[in-house]
């Protein structure tokens, strides 16, 4: 039985705490409320995860940290270097390997589908705190001062998630009212259901041909978003969705007074063209398949139905 700490407690963080835990491993969820899933097997503490030495004595023992945290997004460029570094120094004084949650925002724009061999070419802030992140956990691995990996993926699906489909377009349509997207609706995109982040990011943690390397979570075909919120509304039996595109001014004007949709005009190359990811390389060498997009968006839909649902 090992033990395997798990900071933050988000959909993918909670996943892999289950994962773990039902398969008869120990597993401490550290968050700063001390929340984390129910589980006789999870220890739920509650803890500042960029106080390194704290961190570092709760890792004692470990087998691996998983770093499944999240930062605001306009405040990553000040959040995530403090909780990166309390991160990796608490791998290196524990010995236990680093697994971190990652995403594809270190590749800046790109031509083509994403593999772990794009260069981390980011342009925008966020961007660059993502690739920096890595490019300390790899010269930390390399100086054979840690074990580290890194798991990728694109937007999340699954219960609970935050992305521009699930907060901004699925809600609106299921209540039959129209989504106004900064996006093109047909363009194919990524999507990753969290529990195959989970999923890979145990795997990685437990198989020494995953460290000193990133890995990018299995992923379904991509689909767009006027797929799936045509989907979305067909599981829940709802009318056909009513989607309409923001031109860029509009959003760009938006940033004007919500520091969240300033920072994430620097993303917009993501929704406003292609965005694919390739993840054959994991599901060939560690035999994971990506769940069905189906399947995933159902589970995203009744969550929102719950969610929306009056108690």
């Not at 990996?149 to 521009?164: H, K, N, P, W």
């Not at 982040?197 to 390397?213: I, L, N, P, Y």
């Amino acid at each position: 039985m090992s033990l395997h700490v798990i900071v933050g407690a988000g959909p993918v963080g909670s996943a892999a705490a289950q994962l773990l835990a039902e398969r008869g491993d120990r597993v401490r969820v550290v968050t700063r409320s001390g929340s984390g899933p129910e589980h006789p097997a999870v220890e739920r503490v509650a803890a500042d995860a960029t106080d390194a030495d704290a961190l570092a004595r709760l890792c004692d023992g470990a087998a691996a940290l998983h770093n499944c945290a999240a930062a605001p997004f306009h405040r990553w460029a000040t959040d995530w270097p403090p909780l990166a570094a309390a991160l990796l120094g608490a791998a290196e004084r524990s010995g236990a390997v680093l697994v971190t949650a990652a995403n594809l925002f270190g590749y800046g724009p790109v031509e083509g589908p994403m593999t772990e061999q794009t260069p981390l070419a980011a342009t925008g802030v966020q961007g660059r705190v993502r690739a920096g992140i890595w490019r300390d956990a790899l010269a930390a691995h390399e100086a054979g001062r840690v074990r580290a990996t890194e798991v990728r993926s694109s937007d999340y699906l699954g219960a609970g998630t935050q992305s521009l489909l699930t907060v901004q377009v699925l809600p609106r349509v299921l209540a039959g009212r129209r989504a106004s997207v900064p996006a093109d609706l047909d363009a194919p995109h990524s999507w990753t259901y969290t529990g195959d982040v989970a999923r890979t990011m145990v795997a990685c943690a437990d198989d020494e041909r995953a460290w000193g390397r990133p890995w990018h979570a299995p992923t379904a075909p991509p689909v767009s978003i006027r797929d799936l919120a045509t989907r979305a509304c067909a599981q829940a039996g709802a009318p056909a969705p009513r989607l309409s595109v923001m031109p860029g001014p509009v959003f760009w004007l938006g940033g004007l007074t919500s520091p969240l949709v300033r920072a994430l005009r620097e993303t917009q190359y993501q929704f406003r063209r292609p965005f694919v990811m390739d993840s054959t390389t994991t599901t060939t060498t560690f035999a994971l398949e990506p769940t069905p997009v189906t399947d995933s968006l159902r589970e995203t839909v009744d969550h929102l139905a719950r969610s929306a649902t009056p108690r």
